[in-house]
């Protein structure tokens, strides 16, 4: 990963100077009214209450449930005292909005800049915050989706596929200085799984699938005797075996000679092509997010629909998740894998 510039979004060309003219003046202070109108402080908003309402029954560090009401900061967020490891703590100590400086509030317009397809610096540029911040919690929100797949069973009409994304520039394997040639390891893997409903994406490896991959990838997210539509490969048979589904299977040749809307498996096709469109959305991105980026667009295209019912389901999640991730932990790992 490239070194970024974390500069602030707040200064403006006149921060510094003393004979600014009325024209410069008034656009700073417009500015800078927009500025402070999208990071609110904490008191000026209603966030105090959102954590205060969050239940507390153990110890954010130990999870003991001696634990007592112990006054308030002085922003008015309740704090609380463990007996058993002597400790005090607050409702968002060990989530990921420990020690936020930011406002939580922000993250309701993050997460729709997000959810609209709109890439890190984008989303930066128009929150106003550097890049570093919006990459922080970027990553945030992988934290949190880490598992997200895990609960997703398919069912009814499932459609499944395979896509392939290619590794990063700078990591393509040359054979006499010529990119290797087909499904080689400069391509992942992606096995893709629809209902009409709920997605799921997972990254299987590299290059071509095998029956030990598709059966790895899909066996825990069809539900048995649902009907499987997919192309012929080889690879599905164990895994149409193993939970006795209804095979509903096309031949490449054939499928080749339909049109778009003729084609039977249009839906996972069309589900292909936007998974594409996400990842290259965020160009450049550090493979070793695929996954992550995967669970957001599963999270993104599964219900709820509404956006703000997800930015809801997330919130709830932050602050009742126990998972944190420091500034510097990341930018201090990324920089030693860099």
């Known amino acids: 990963m490239k070194n970024r510039i974390d500069s602030s979004r707040q200064r403006t060309p006149w921060d510094n100077k003393e004979d600014t003219t009325i024209i410069e ?34 110890c954010r560090h130990c999870d003991s449930d001696r634990i007592k009401k112990n006054g308030f900061t002085k922003n008015g967020v309740q704090r ?16 990921i909005f420990e020690n936020h400086k930011i406002s939580i509030t922000e993250w309701v317009e993050f997460l729709l800049d997000i959810f609209n397809y709109g890439s890190t610096t984008l989303t930066s540029k128009v929150n106003k915050n550097s890049i570093n911040t919006s990459t922080y919690w970027l990553n945030k929100v992988f934290l949190l989706l880490r598992e997200y797949q895990n ?3 398919l069912k009814g009409k499932v459609y499944i596929d395979e896509m392939f994304y290619s590794v990063i520039k700078c990591d393509i394997e040359k054979k006499n200085g010529k990119k290797l040639r087909g499904l080689s390891r400069n391509q992942y893997c992606i096995g893709i799984g629809y209902d009409g409903t709920n ?14 991959l598709t059966k790895l990838t899909f066996i825990n997210h069809i539900e048995e005797n649902s009907r499987l539509i997919h192309d012929d490969e080889k690879a599905h048979r164990k895994l149409v075996k193993e939970l006795k589904l209804v095979d509903e299977s096309y031949s490449s040749a054939w499928l080749k000679t ?19 469109q996400f990842l290259n959305t965020h160009s450049g991105f550090d493979r070793d997010n695929l996954q992550d980026y995967l669970n957001l667009y599963c999270f993104m295209n599964s219900k709820p629909r509404n956006k703000l019912e997800k930015v809801n389901i997330l919130l709830e999640l932050a602050l009742n998740t126990k998972v944190t991730l420091k500034y510097r932990d990341l930018f201090e790992t ?4 860099g």
């Open 199 to 212: 997605i799921i994406a997972i990254v299987e490896g590299f290059g071509k699938t095998s029956s030990d």
């Open 25 to 58: 003046n008034f656009i700073q202070d417009k500015y800078k009214d927009n500025y402070n109108l999208k990071h609110p402080k904490l008191i000026d908003t209603d966030e105090v209450k959102v954590i205060n309402s969050i239940t507390i029954n153990n």
């Open 80 to 95: 609380y005292y463990c007996y058993e490891c002597k400790r005090s703590f607050s409702p968002t100590t060990g989530t």
């Open 334 to 337: 990324k920089e030693k894998d």
């Open 151 to 153: 609960g997703i069973v």
């Open 258 to 276: 339909k049109t778009d809307k003729e084609n039977p498996l249009r839906p996972i096709n069309h589900q292909c092509d936007l998974i594409r």
